[in-house]
């Protein structure tokens, strides 16, 4: 699965990817893209999980209208320092009216989400989990 990294096109392609970075060490990172090119972007992870005979049939997570926060990950020793809100800014930077992610229950990251203005929009389900599916409109936090 690395592969897809380096290649464009799908949803864990580096373009996709943006770091933050203090004197070449890695803060945090923030995997998002347009919740219009879900669809496309998983198409390329469902045909390797189907090479390999497993289920490729998962639902694609975001929402046309919206950029979607697929990973947000900030290292333990850059909580608290505002890394995740500036990754969460970037997101809101690409001209779509709203930001979307979802958050599984218990996940202390929606303190974070919550004080960056994002709201519960949907409760939706996926893998057999449920997720808060939170928006933030751009220029409401």
């Known amino acids: 699965m690395l592969d ?3 290649r464009p096109g ?6 996709n990817i943006w770091i933050a970075v ?12 347009a919740g219009a090119d879900s669809e496309a ?5 469902r045909a390797r999980l189907r090479e390999r005979n497993l289920p490729g049939d998962f639902l694609s997570e975001g929402h046309p209208g919206e950029w979607y926060v697929d990973t947000l990950a900030v ?15 970037e997101a809101a930077a690409h001209g779509l009216g709203r930001v979307g992610l979802l958050v599984e229950y218990g996940n202390r990251a929606v303190r974070l989400y919550r004080c960056e203005g994002f709201v519960v929009q949907e409760k939706r389900t996926l893998g057999g989990h449920t997720y808060d ?9």
């Open 4 to 6: 897809f990294f380096t």
């Open 10 to 15: 799908n949803r864990l392609s580096h373009q």
């Open 22 to 33: 203090r004197v070449g060490e890695a803060l945090g990172l923030l995997l998002g893209y």
């Open 41 to 45: 972007l998983d198409e390329p992870l």
């Open 75 to 89: 290292t333990p020793a850059a909580r608290g320092h505002g890394v995740g809100a500036r990754l969460l800014h």
């Open 133 to 141: 599916h939170m928006v933030r409109r751009v220029g409401s936090a």
